[in-house]
Nanobody
Framework: QRQLVESGGDSVQTGGSLRLSCTAS????????MGWFRQAPGKEREGVAG????????YYADSAKGRFTVSRDKAKNTMYLQMDSLRPEDTATYFC????????????????????WGQGTQVTVSS
């Protein structure tokens, strides 16, 4: 059974850093896109960043640009999200997901274009 497992969430203070991991297992193919999303209580799920696996092109939401870096380790079937200069507004549950759309579609980071979601990992940033 295909599975995505996130890890690395924690509680940090403003300005701190975290690295999230998302490991894909039992996939017999490589999805076109792997993305990071987050959802805070009472808010809609929003895209954060992702990578188009055909060429490892990264894309980011405006909220992540300059602070977050997404990368992928093909050998480990794992995607990472390095988050620096964290702010209280980054507090959320972070999910990873995969997609089969084009780069143009995947990079828009619409959750409807992704499937096979992980369970999520909690990130809490205190002031």
């Amino acid at each position: 059974q295909r599975q995505l497992v996130e890890s690395g969430g924690d509680s940090v203070q403003t300005g701190g850093s975290l690295r999230l991991s998302c490991t894909a297992s039992e996939y017999t193919y490589t999805p076109n896109c792997m993305g990071w999303f987050r959802q805070a209580p009472g808010k809609e799920r929003e895209g954060v960043a992702g990578v188009y696996t055909r060429g490892d092109a990264a894309y980011y939401a405006d909220s992540a640009k300059g602070r977050f870096t997404v990368s992928r380790d093909k050998a480990k079937n794992t995607m990472y999200l390095q988050m620096d200069s964290l702010r209280p507004e980054d507090t959320a549950t972070y999910f990873c997901a995969v997609g089969v759309e084009s780069f143009r579609t995947c990079s828009k980071l619409h959750h409807a274009d992704y499937y096979d979601w992980g369970q999520g990992t909690q990130v809490t940033v205190s002031s």
